[in-house]
C-alpha cells in the first residue's frame, strides 16, 4: 500500500503517490542518459528496459485510479 499523505482523498492520495515514483525515478534515468558512454552500454540497455516497464506500470496504476474514481463521480450525479 503506497503511503498516502493526510488530508488527502484515498484515490487522489495514490495518484500522487504513482506521479512522485515515477518522477523519483526518472530524475536519475534522466542522469544516465546524459552520459553518451553508457548510453551504448549493455547494461544501460536494460536499465531503459527496466525503467520503461516500471513507468508503464505507474501509468497504468494511476489511470485504473483515475477512473475508479472518474466512475464514483459520475454515480453521485446520476
Do not use: C
Amino acid at each position: 500500500m503506497p503511503n498516502i499523505e493526510r488530508d488527502h482523498p484515498t484515490i487522489v492520495g495514490r495518484i500522487l503517490w504513482a506521479r512522485r515514483m515515477y518522477r523519483r525515478l526518472q530524475i536519475p534515468y534522466l542522469e544516465f542518459l546524459k552520459r553518451k558512454e553508457l548510453q551504448s552500454n549493455s547494461r544501460m540497455k536494460k536499465i531503459t528496459n527496466d525503467f520503461l516497464i516500471v513507468a508503464n506500470g505507474l501509468a497504468i496504476y494511476e489511470l485504473v485510479y483515475h477512473r475508479h474514481w472518474f466512475v464514483r463521480f459520475l454515480f453521485m450525479f446520476d
